[in-house]
């Protein structure tokens, strides 16, 4: 089984885009942890398609924390000779913290709607 579930805070503004008829949207998220009594950040890469992006897109910005579920997924791609590898997490959900449903731009009824909606039914894959 290929699960992950990230809690953290988001590392930069979205950009939507489009992969043919469908949204998508990139961004970093970072996540803490203690390691040896000091707090460690990791950051990860996220993918998010469809609705999902859309709704992320509209709500979303730089430092706002969210849950994440999804998969781990590993590439391979070569750039001036040299083979690059890369880890990003294919997102089929998300959900907004009870710090995100506070903020100003998000009523409870919206986090509600865009929790229904964030699933992975629109995925392309």
Known sequence: ?????????????????????TSLVNFSLATSRKVKGESVTDWHNIVLWGKSAEIAYRYLKKGSQIIIEGSIQYETYEK??????????????????????????????????????????????
């Open 80 to 125: 001036d000779g040299v083979t690059k590898y890369s880890t990003k997490i294919h997102a089929n959900r998300f959900h907004f913290t009870k710090k995100q449903e506070n903020e100003s731009t998000l009523t409870p009824e919206v986090a509600k709607l865009a929790d229904k909606l964030t699933s992975n039914d629109d995925l392309p894959f």
């Open 1 to 21: 089984m290929n699960n992950v579930q990230l809690l953290g805070n988001i590392g930069c503004d979205l950009e939507l885009k489009q992969a043919g008829e």
